[in-house]
Nanobody, 123 residues
Framework: VRLVESGGGLVQPGGSLRLSCITSVYFPRNYCMAWFRQAPGKEREGLAAINSKYDRRYAGSLKGRFTISKDNNRNPLYLQMVDLQPDDSATYYC??????????????????WGQGTEVTVSS
């Protein structure tokens, strides 16, 4: 599975972005997919995950600002982000891994990664 993220960029505080992650080659029917981010000097942080049954999981720190979605097994994975703040500046990655009833939010649980898309929140 090959993953390619897009949609990052520069946004002002309070703004919104939608990140996309498309997959190439064969896409397994059962999976977990997730969004992570990593800021310079910090560990990679799990944000949101969704499995092939569309069960979602979010990191508690997001306070409802981010929404993960995937319409079906062919469509891209999305991360809708609202009320972005400077602390949200990071490189955002999508990841793919084996199916779990509750997808994890730790990097070790995923074995396929995109190259990342950079998000900068600044006035």
């Amino acid at each position: 599975v090959r993953l390619v993220e897009s949609g990052g960029g520069l946004v002002q505080p309070g703004g919104s972005l939608r990140l996309s992650c498309i997959t190439s080659v064969y896409f397994p029917r059962n999976y977990c997919m997730a969004w992570f981010r990593q800021a310079p000097g910090k560990e990679r942080e799990g944000l949101a995950a969704i499995n092939s049954k569309y069960d979602r999981r979010y990191a508690g720190s997001l306070k409802g600002r981010f929404t993960i979605s995937k319409d079906n097994n062919r469509n891209p994975l999305y991360l809708q982000m609202v009320d972005l703040q400077p602390d949200d500046s990071a490189t955002y990655y999508c990841a793919h891994g084996p199916y779990e009833r509750t997808c994890g939010l730790t990097p070790a649980e995923y074995n396929n990664w995109g190259q990342g898309t950079e998000v900068t929140v600044s006035s």
